[in-house]
């Protein structure tokens, strides 16, 4: 199947510094790539949804200039969390839908490893 | 407003069959996907279903009624790495996916 890889798995930073992330398709293309959050416990809740060459597309309730997201290619989507506080520790998980990669077409998602953010 | 239910936890025995269910009200439907979660880990694929009826694959099988908006997820011969989250989530018209809140499966020996 797809592979999506993250990086960094894991991030450790101070109140008010900026953290980004990276989501990558490894062997497909994504026009499309989906950000989501996990709380402890919690099940996925989407961010927003990255598009190649656009705007992404922000969920109710998620700030827009304080999550920013840039699809630069048809690989690559970044989360830039931007003066982060420790509510925003969390984990953070992205996927991208599996084209002709999955054995559903565009229907599967295949997800990222994810990257745990702590926020001190 | 579109909603996925499913029991928050359940508690199974090892080498057990255990069924987890899932029911939905989405606008659209382009099939339904279970995962598996393990903690700290992301999501990985277990089934999709956009038929009715049964899917089998391996320990697991998944099952789909779209007139009854109601699918579950059976696992067969329980092991303890079975230990996890199991998300079911449909695929709105939009292609969107709707997530249900997760059932965490505990096995016990």
């Known amino acids: 199947g797809a592979v999506v890889s993250q990086h960094p798995s894991w991030v450790i930073c101070k109140s008010g510094t900026s953290v980004k992330i990276e989501c990558r398709s490894l062997?497909?293309?994504?026009?499309?790539m989906f950000w989501y959050r996990q709380f402890p416990k919690q099940s996925l809740m989407l961010m927003a949804t990255?598009?190649?060459?656009?705007?992404?597309?922000?969920e109710q309730g998620v700030e827009k200039d304080k999550f920013l997201i840039n699809h630069a290619s048809l690989t690559l989507s970044t989360l830039t969390v931007t003066s982060a506080h420790p509510e925003d520790s969390s984990f953070y998980i992205c996927?991208?839908?599996?084209?002709?990669?999955?054995?559903?077409?565009?229907?599967?998602?295949?997800f990222g490893p994810g990257t745990r953010l702590t926020v001190l | 407003g579109q909603n996925i239910d499913q029991p928050t936890e359940m508690t199974a025995t090892e080498g057990a069959i255990v069924q987890i269910n899932c029911t939905y009200q989405t606008s659209g439907f382009n099939g339904l996907f279970w995962y598996q979660q393990h903690a700290g880990e992301a999501p990985t694929f277990l089934s999709y279903?956009?038929l009715d009826g049964l899917e089998e694959k391996g320990r697991f099988s998944s099952f789909l009624s779209r007139s009854k908006g109601y699918s579950y997820l059976l696992l067969k011969e329980l092991q303890m790495k079975d230990s996890a989250s199991y998300l079911c989530a449909v695929m709105d018209s939009n292609y969107q996916l709707i997530w249900g809140a997760g059932t965490k499966l505990i096995i016990k020996p």
């Open positions: 996927s991208a839908p599996g084209g002709s990669g999955g054995a559903h077409g565009r229907n599967e998602q295949f």
């Open positions: 990255s598009n190649e060459g656009s705007k992404a597309t922000y």
């Open positions: 062997d497909f293309q994504a026009t499309t």
């Open positions: 279903n956009v």
